[in-house]
């Protein structure tokens, strides 16, 4: 997919352009993930869903553990600078599946005992997480940057099921929606001075699909009602 060692060189040679793209896309990831814990909290709802919640962890978890990579073999800054920010990232993964094993109970399955439930959650967790070790072995993208992009986005599709299901603007955060479009956008134009993968038709219309999704998410999430409860009655999406 890419060289590692040219693919290094050139963010060396754009340095300023790709850091300024890399401190945005690590400054909208932490938006993200303090907008769903602070409407969660507000809506006693889980916000992040599952799929994206576990696949996020195990995805920077991953990342984190491969710390001698990067530190070591790489000893490059991008790669470091990464790995800082993704410690931050899994604790914060870490609090949303919390949150949807503390809200998502009487959601989700409540005629289940609350033990049996957070169970549930825990072996799903591990069940994504054997998922996407194979996936991630499947790839050439030794540096995670098809996977930075992917896990970027992942959630969005999600956030579309749930209100679907809930048929309101419980745990939706047009916020939220945005800083996922920021995201996808700044990392693409950095791994653009990269590799010419990312500016290819495939990836672009991927870019494409994920900036245009939210937009969608947005123009729903403005026509859904309110969460209709006494707790959110006065809070309104972000």
């Known amino acids: 997919m890419y060289d590692p060692t040219e693919a290094l060189a050139a963010i060396d040679a754009d340095t300023a352009f790709i850091m300024g ?3 945005v896309t690590a400054l909208f990831a932490f938006v993200y993930f303090i907008l769903a814990a602070r409407l969660a909290i507000r809506q006693q709802v889980y916000v992040v869903p599952f799929a994206g919640a576990a696949l ?3 995805h920077d978890l991953t990342y984190v553990f491969m710390y001698d990579r990067w530190f070591h073999h790489y000893h490059h800054w991008w790669l470091k600078m990464w790995w ?3 410690v931050g990232t899994v604790l914060f993964e870490a609090y949303m599946i919390y949150q949807i094993i503390r809200y998502g109970h009487r959601e989700l399955w409540p005629e289940l005992s609350r033990r049996a439930f957070t169970a549930l959650i825990l ?16 790839l050439d993208d030794q540096l995670y940057f ?3 992009a992917i896990t970027a986005v992942w959630s969005i599709p999600f956030h579309t099921a ?11 955060s047009i916020a939220m ?11 693409s ?13 495939i990836y672009l219309s991927f870019v494409a699909a994920f900036v245009v999704w939210p937009l969608v998410n947005i123009y729903l999430i403005r026509r859904l009602p309110d969460f209709p409860t006494r707790a959110t009655a006065a809070t309104s999406s972000y």
């Open 21 to 23: 793209c890399l401190m």
């Open 84 to 86: 800082y920010a993704l």
């Open 177 to 187: 929606q945005v800083s996922v479009i920021i995201m996808i956008s700044a990392e």
């Open 162 to 172: 749930l209100m679907v299901k809930r048929r309101s603007r419980a745990g939706q």
């Open 146 to 148: 098809v996977t930075f």
């Open 123 to 138: 072996v799903g967790t591990l069940g994504v997480g054997a998922l996407w070790g194979v996936v991630k072995a499947s």
């Open 56 to 58: 996020f962890f195990w």
């Open 189 to 201: 134009l950095a791994f653009s001075r990269v590799d010419a993968f990312f500016r290819s038709p």
